[in-house]
Nanobody, 121 residues
Framework: QVQLVESGGGLVQAGGSLRLSCAAS????????MGWFRQAPGKERDFVAR????????VHADSVKGRFTISRDNAKNTVYLQMNSLKPEDTADYYC??????????????WGHGTQVTVSS
């Protein structure tokens, strides 16, 4: 069992930066691939980035490539999403997920409750 708690969301102007954190509890954290997803009002939950259990392999969605970076610190049981050059279209609730693979949300077993990111123009 893994519990996930996201933090770091907020209101930022276009061009600004935020760093999201996802703190995980549970002894199996270091064995799980992790992902970040986002969901804008009225839209489906979309893949943002994922990272392997070791942290050596990462994948980012085309829409955020070059602007967002996923990373993890297994000693702290935490996954991060550094978001730079934010755009209004990045506005969404951001969710951390564990125990899955790929970019399909249905592949992930555990989810946090989300943190809201709002980018003003």
């Amino acid at each position: 069992q893994v519990q996930l708690v996201e933090s770091g969301g907020g209101l930022v102007q276009a061009g600004g930066s935020l760093r999201l954190s996802c703190a995980a509890s549970g002894r199996s954290f270091t064995t799980y691939g992790m992902g970040w997803f986002r969901q804008a009002p009225g839209k489906e939950r979309d893949f943002v980035a994922r990272i392997s259990a070791s942290g050596y392999s990462t994948v980012h969605a085309d829409s955020v490539k070059g602007r967002f970076t996923i990373s993890r610190d297994n000693a702290k049981n935490t996954v991060y999403l550094q978001m730079n050059s934010l755009k209004p279209e990045d506005t969404a609730d951001y969710y951390c997920a564990a125990g899955g693979y790929g970019g399909d949300p249905s592949n992930y077993r555990y989810w946090g409750h989300g943190t809201q990111v709002t980018v003003s123009s």
